[in-house]
């Protein structure tokens, strides 16, 4: 099992910039051959979806609303992935999860809410 600690969220005015990390801990197989990990998304009301997410080769992929505004990165020696959010928007707003992803068994952190507002 991984355990998953995500942290970084806040109030931001729009346009301006976030940077989300989480930090994971487990079995050292957890880490090993082909797993993702990725940051979720939840807003008020709606359904969690996919932000961005990468392997543990370092492949990645985006939602559309995030493509050229969001950057996914992980350092594999800490263990630790980020999430660096610019020109942010009021729809940007909702609890981020962390997320782990091996052999179909999904661990899920306990999110941090992000709030984009003026």
């Known amino acids: 099992q991984v355990q998953l600690v995500e942290s970084g969220g806040g109030l931001v005015h729009p346009g301006g910039s976030l940077r989300l990390s989480c930090a994971a801990s487990?079995?050292?197989?957890?880490?090993?051959?082909?797993?993702?990990m990725g940051w979720y998304r939840q807003a008020p009301g709606k359904q969690r979806e996919l932000v961005a997410s990468i392997t543990g080769g370092g492949s990645t992929e985006y939602a559309d609303s995030a493509k050229g505004r969001f950057a996914i990165s992980g350092d594999n020696a800490k263990r630790t992935m980020y999430l660096q959010m610019n020109s942010l928007k009021p729809e940007d707003t909702g609890v981020y999860y962390c997320?782990?992803?091996?052999?179909?068994?999904?661990?899920w952190g306990k999110g941090t809410l992000v709030t984009v507002s003026s």
């Open positions: 487990g079995t050292i197989l957890s880490f090993v051959g082909f797993y993702t």
């Open positions: 997320n782990h992803r091996r052999n179909a068994v999904d661990s």
